[in-house]
């Protein structure tokens, strides 16, 4: 059977359902208001690394470890050059001959959490110092290569053409160059010149430390300027730059103004991946010794140390790699997490 | 092969010499602007006997004749004498220690691309099951130890607690702890590389394609998906070489191998200039030269790349 055909309607006639335009109630207004508020790109972000659960532990984690390593220091009983001849190479919460004696009297004696090591020294404060140069090593090479590798970068990709041939040739070179070499090389160059140094944090860091940085500030930024021309040279080609540079804003505003939040995230997924490779190059040279100068402490030259009594004394070097594997993996999983959170088109 | 390959390869090939270039002047400037003489450190001598030695070394030309002299000297592979080494030639203690470094180094690089390759692909092929978890656990962990943790742990767990291998590098079956403490970051590394590359590989078209024309599974993840997921790997054949060479340094020292990285570090710790700067461009000629051929290794294998 046929369904009838509809009645045949003008499409000019004016038969218009007049229920179809009767204002609005209150009501139907506010179901149309959305009632989600407008995210920003870092909100988002900030969110979606919020749900990621090992990302978090991860920020858990190296927030205590810096917690502990700035803190404990100002408030622990022993510093990391205190000796006690008698406590030589005591198990965690033994005491020494001498201290067993101050207990007998009734004065009470904070326990070795580590034990001590070969020279009777408390090792917990070892470990806690050691793990601040880490730290610190790690969060300085960061910001060297953020600082560096944003400007170079920028400038780079927004000038384009020559300027930016050049500079990406001169990236290319030093991307090439072995950078555990030269800070080895420079170490030894500079030795003399830094134990005769008058600067007392400079004598006490060490040569090895001092071109460490040296090294970071002149090479390690190669990669994040690399990453934020990338990102430069496709911003540059946004109508809102054209628009920026059409009333008159200079090339240092619109780099500053429009481009590097739009790289904000390149920057923070490039910088948390730097910062265990810092952290590794430092323990490999401290291993070697040619780290922090004694008897600064730090993760490799403790490692090191052990490895004299290792059969008999295992712990001496548990502690030190637990701790460094701890804050390389937490970074590394944080690194992850933010580049999953950041750029979710690089998930792998 | 086509020309633009071959200019790619020549431009490639320059820019490895310019590095090399930058590395031999970069070393030779840096030993230079120590204030110290190499002589002063030892035992104290007469000005005369230093001068002596001064001239006997070289060291009394003016900075550019040292310089060119030198380069033409490393271009022939003539490094000078060395001065903690009385009476060997800087090269000959290379060349010695030398046989010790690559078979390690071999080694462990073969291992860490054989294995990591492989745990790679089983770890994609069963994405999201018990194995892929265990091996994705396992190498995030061996990549966030450093290879002085790994080495000493080694050490510890085999030679000193279970007795199984020795100690000491120069005894008989003593290279398999150096070799495998060297392998486990790499090949940890590659796994990862293989396993993000392979599920990238498995997901494009191409491969549905095969699998719909009835192409037999494993044609499909050998042929098609293995000779594709490969080439992230070969990119990092330049990084592993810097890794294994530098991780030499830390590994020899433990397990007490004649080799290169040993030689390097107990040079440092003698003050022995022309030692270290022989070694170091030794190591970074290897290190750019490894680069360059990962480099074009990887433009020869996937022709899609553009050669820019």
């Known amino acids: 059977m046929q369904t009838?055909?509809?009645?045949?309607?003008?499409?000019?006639?004016?038969?218009?359902?007049?229920?179809?335009?009767?204002?609005a109630t209150e009501e139907e207004k506010a179901q149309q208001i959305q009632t989600r508020e407008s995210v920003s790109f870092m909100k988002d972000a900030l969110r979606r690394l919020g749900r990621n659960r090992m990302a978090m532990i991860c920020i858990v984690i190296i927030l205590l470890i810096a917690l502990i390593a700035f803190i404990a220091p100002a408030v622990y009983p022993y510093t990391y050059t205190s000796q006690d001849v008698t406590a030589k190479y005591l198990q965690p919460f033994q005491y020494s001959a001498k201290e067993q004696a101050k207990i007998a009297k009734g004065i009470s004696v904070f326990p070795h959490v580590m034990g001590t090591d070969a020279l009777g020294r408390d090792y917990a404060i070892r470990v806690i110092y050691g793990t601040r140069i880490s730290l610190l090593v790690g969060i300085f090479s960061a910001l060297i290569v953020v600082v560096v590798g944003i400007i170079y970068g920028s400038i780079s990709g927004y000038f384009g053409g020559k300027v930016d041939n050049i500079m990406m040739r001169i990236v290319d070179i030093i991307y090439a160059l072995p950078d555990v070499l030269l800070v080895i090389l420079l170490s030894v160059a500079?030795?003399?010149?830094?134990?005769?140094?008058?600067?007392?944090?400079?004598?006490?860091?060490?040569?090895?430390?001092?071109?460490?940085?040296?090294?970071?500030?002149?090479?390690?930024?190669?990669?994040?300027?690399?990453?934020?021309?990338?990102?430069?040279?496709?911003?540059k080609e946004q109508e809102y730059v054209l628009a920026s540079r059409s009333i008159g804003a200079s090339p240092a505003r619109i780099i500053r103004k429009h481009m590097i939040p739009n790289c904000v995230s390149v920057i923070i997924i490039v910088a948390a991946m730097q910062i265990p490779s810092a952290i590794f190059t430092e323990s490999f040279l401290s291993f070697l010794g040619m780290g922090v100068s004694i008897p600064m402490p730090s993760l490799g030259s403790l490692a090191s140390d052990a490895r004299a009594g290792l059969n008999s004394y295992p712990f001496l070097l548990i502690y030190p790699a637990t701790s460094i594997f701890l804050i390389v993996l937490s970074f590394n999983l944080l690194g992850n997490g933010l580049r999953d959170a950041f750029d979710p088109k690089l998930r792998s | 092969?086509?020309?633009?390959?071959?200019?790619?390869?020549?431009?490639?090939?320059?820019?490895?010499?310019?590095?090399?270039?930058?590395?031999?002047?970069?070393?030779?400037?840096?030993?230079?602007?120590?204030?110290?003489?190499?002589?002063?450190?030892?035992?104290?001598?007469?000005?005369?006997?230093i001068k002596a030695l001064e001239i006997k070394y070289g060291f009394d030309k003016p900075l550019g004749v040292q310089f060119l002299n030198y380069l033409w000297g490393v271009v022939h592979f003539d490094f000078g004498l060395s001065t903690a080494w009385v009476g060997f030639t800087v090269s000959q203690l290379i060349i010695n220690a030398f046989a010790y470094s690559a078979s390690i180094g071999f080694s462990a690089a073969i291992i860490a691309i054989l294995l990591g390759v492989l745990f790679g692909c089983l770890s994609a092929l069963n994405r999201g099951k018990w194995v892929d978890k265990v091996i994705q656990v396992v190498t995030t962990a061996l990549v966030s130890m450093p290879s002085f943790v790994?080495?000493?742990?080694?050490?510890?767990?085999?030679?000193?607690?279970?007795?199984?291998l020795p100690s000491l590098g120069t005894q008989p079956g003593g290279m398999v702890l150096p070799v495998l403490s060297l392998s486990l970051y790499p090949m940890a590394y590659i796994t990862r590389l293989q396993r993000s590359s392979m599920l990238d590989v498995l997901g494009a078209d191409y491969i549905r394609t095969a699998r719909a024309k009835g192409v037999k599974s494993n044609v499909v993840i050998y042929k098609h998906a293995l000779k594709n997921a490969?080439?992230?790997?070969?990119?990092?054949?330049?990084?592993?070489?810097a890794y294994i060479l530098t991780g030499s340094m830390v590994v020899e020292n433990i397990f007490s191998v004649p080799g290169l990285g040993r030689l390097f570090t107990n040079s440092m710790l003698r003050t022995d200039y022309m030692m270290?700067?022989?070694?170091?461009?030794?190591?970074?000629?290897?290190?750019?030269?490894?680069?360059?051929?990962?480099?074009v290794l990887y433009k020869v294998m996937d022709p899609r790349i553009d050669l820019a």
């Open chain 1, 4 to 23: 009838p055909k509809a009645p045949f309607k003008n499409p000019l006639s004016l038969q218009i359902d007049p229920d179809l335009f009767k204002p």
């Open chain 1, 190 to 235: 500079i030795r003399d010149i830094v134990s005769t140094s008058k600067n007392e944090l400079i004598t006490k860091l060490g040569a090895g430390m001092v071109s460490i940085f040296i090294v970071f500030g002149l090479l390690y930024w190669v990669g994040m300027a690399r990453q934020v021309r990338c990102q430069i040279l496709s911003i």
């Open chain 2, 1 to 49: 092969m086509n020309s633009k390959l071959l200019v790619y390869m020549f431009k490639r090939f320059g820019m490895a010499l310019l590095t090399i270039f930058l590395v031999i002047a970069i070393t030779f400037l840096v030993m230079h602007a120590i204030p110290a003489s190499p002589f002063s450190s030892e035992k104290a001598k007469s000005d005369a006997v």
């Open chain 2, 150 to 164: 790994v080495a000493t742990l080694l050490l510890l767990l085999f030679s000193y607690r279970l007795g199984w």
């Open chain 2, 230 to 241: 490969l080439s992230p790997v070969i990119t990092y054949a330049g990084p592993m070489m």
């Open chain 2, 276 to 295: 270290i700067m022989g070694v170091t461009i030794v190591l970074a000629v290897m290190i750019i030269l490894m680069n360059f051929l990962s480099d």
